[in-house]
């Protein structure tokens, strides 16, 4: 692990109770030498009023989303799903060979503090907090978490 990822770590697990220490991607770019000011635009897509879990939905998400990126000129279509979704537009991804070669699964911050909130245990150890430091820490570290 790199000296800024233990620093991140280190200012969000000891020094956040306020929540003033960003998310990584806010730490980055704070931590940038160059800095941008052009503004990012965000738009958000029309509802598809279906089940999210149904296979015809996610992929309508995977092709309108895939139509913005055309016209928008861009060379990757980056989708946000949470896991059930997630699974399913793997398995079209894997089954359409180079369809959506070009599309990027990410899957959503629930589910990725989900399954990395026990690496967090592992590293309270490691830096030497006792369990009853750790369960106080992990406890002020958690609810400031953003994704």
Known sequence: ????????????ALFNTSCTVPNWNGWVSKMSMEQSTTASIVG??????HSVTDYATVQQCLMTSMQATRLLEQTFT???????????AYNILWQ?????????I???GFHTNVHISPL???????????????RQAYAQVVPCIRF
């Open 1 to 12: 692990m790199a000296m800024d990822e233990l620093a991140w770590l280190a200012c969000r």
């Open 44 to 49: 958000y897509m029309n509802p598809i009023f």
């Open 78 to 88: 980056i989708v946000t799903f949470d896991l059930a979704m997630a699974k399913i």
């Open 96 to 104: 359409s060979g180079d369809r959506f070669s070009s599309v990027i």
């Open 106 to 108: 990410h899957i959503g």
């Open 120 to 134: 967090w245990d592992i590293w309270f150890l490691l830096v030497g907090l006792r369990k009853s430091s750790l």
